[in-house]
């Protein structure tokens, strides 16, 4: 491990400032109702009955844009909005049009604007594009092998055409994985192996530490220690070395020492939010 963290330090220094890590908020635009049935997220409605959580309302949009207007005095320069949609054809051009809205006026702040929605058809990412969206958030979560394992509601096919319709309108890619799903290590190796090999690199490697819900299916599982993601940040940072890898859900669980590891290892972001 000691000689991957050091080879991955080398490289991140070849293509990164190693002082530099960008501060990153999100917020949960639209939360709960979710009709996916992933077995880690609380969002899902497949699990609302064990979970507690009620499917809301879009958020106003003068509240995001406020939000994001302190996320900025604070000294973020990455708006990150998230939507508990399949995508919005499931929901409709009204409520498509609302984040449209929401993407434009907050991207003339000035900030990198991020959304996490879904699906989408090749004519809603240039929708989002046209919009001003700056990066597109799409996870793979786990491997194509262990996909199956994680939802039912759709194939790691789907994720891949949507970072395929998100890459052909321009938009910059983020898209990582989960850790701790009950995948084998062949699995982290099979997502990593996915990421680095698609056309291009995403611009943007998020890398999760599966944070346990009750209620969902899988709050029994236990977390990745902070080694393993240490090992998991290191190895991205080689495979896609230009890419921003972002130390993302799960950071909070880790140990200050395991935190600096992650960030000698390669990793140069990080996300903040209540919401």
């Given at each position: 491990?000691?000689?991957?963290?050091?080879?991955?330090?080398s490289?991140?220094?070849?293509?990164h400032n190693?002082?530099?890590?960008?501060q990153?908020t999100?917020l949960?635009i639209k939360?709960?109702?979710?009709?996916?049935?992933?077995?880690?997220?609380?969002?899902?409605?497949k699990?609302?009955k064990t979970?507690?959580?009620?499917a809301?309302?879009?958020?106003?949009?003068?509240?995001v844009?406020h939000e994001?207007?302190?996320?900025?005095?604070?000294g973020?320069?990455r708006f990150?909005?998230?939507a508990?949609?399949?995508?919005?054809s499931q929901?409709?051009?009204?409520?498509?049009?609302?984040?449209?809205?929401m993407v434009?006026?907050?991207?003339?702040l000035?900030?990198e604007?991020?959304?996490?929605?879904g699906?989408?058809?090749?004519?809603?990412?240039l929708?989002l594009?046209?919009?001003g969206?700056?990066c597109y958030?799409h996870?793979?979560?786990?491997s194509p092998?262990f996909?199956?394992q994680?939802?039912?509601?759709?194939?790691y096919q789907d994720?891949?055409?949507?970072l395929?319709?998100v890459?052909?309108?321009?938009?910059?890619?983020?898209s990582?994985?989960?850790?701790?799903?009950?995948?084998?290590?062949q699995?982290?190796?099979?997502l990593?192996?996915?990421?680095a090999?698609?056309?291009?690199?995403?611009?943007?490697?998020?890398?999760n530490?599966?944070?346990?819900?009750?209620?969902?299916?899988m709050?029994?599982?236990t977390?990745?220690?902070?080694?393993?993601?240490?090992?998991?940040?290191?190895?991205?940072?080689?495979?896609?070395?230009a890419?921003?890898v972002r130390?993302?859900?799960?950071?909070?669980?880790?140990?200050?020492?395991?935190?600096?590891?992650?960030?000698l290892?390669?990793a140069?972001?990080?996300?903040?939010?209540?919401?």
């Amino acid at each position: 491990l000691l000689e991957l963290v050091f080879d991955a330090a080398s490289m991140h220094r070849q293509f990164h400032n190693p002082r530099q890590v960008q501060q990153c908020t999100l917020l949960s635009i639209k939360t709960g109702g979710c009709p996916e049935d992933c077995g880690y997220c609380a969002q899902s409605s497949k699990h609302s009955k064990t979970t507690g959580l009620k499917a809301e309302r879009l958020l106003d949009y003068e509240y995001v844009y406020h939000e994001a207007v302190k996320a900025r005095d604070s000294g973020s320069t990455r708006f990150c909005m998230g939507a508990a949609w399949r995508g919005p054809s499931q929901v409709g051009p009204r409520q498509f049009g609302r984040v449209l809205e929401m993407v434009s006026r907050i991207r003339g702040l000035g900030m990198e604007v991020c959304t996490t929605l879904g699906m989408l058809t090749p004519q809603q990412a240039l929708a989002l594009r046209q919009a001003g969206l700056t990066c597109y958030n799409h996870n793979l979560d786990t491997s194509p092998e262990f996909y199956s394992q994680v939802t039912s509601t759709r194939k790691y096919q789907d994720r891949l055409d949507t970072l395929a319709a998100v890459r052909e309108a321009g938009i910059s890619v983020c898209s990582g994985g989960i850790i701790g799903l009950g995948e084998q290590e062949q699995d982290r190796v099979g997502l990593l192996h996915t990421l680095a090999t698609l056309p291009e690199h995403p611009e943007s490697v998020p890398v999760n530490a599966l944070v346990p819900v009750k209620g969902t299916p899988m709050e029994g599982h236990t977390p990745p220690s902070g080694l393993e993601m240490v090992r998991c940040v290191a190895t991205a940072r080689i495979l896609m070395p230009a890419s921003m890898v972002r130390l993302s859900a799960g950071r909070l669980s880790l140990s200050a020492a395991e935190q600096a590891m992650c960030f000698l290892a390669g990793a140069n972001s990080v996300f903040t939010g209540d919401k």
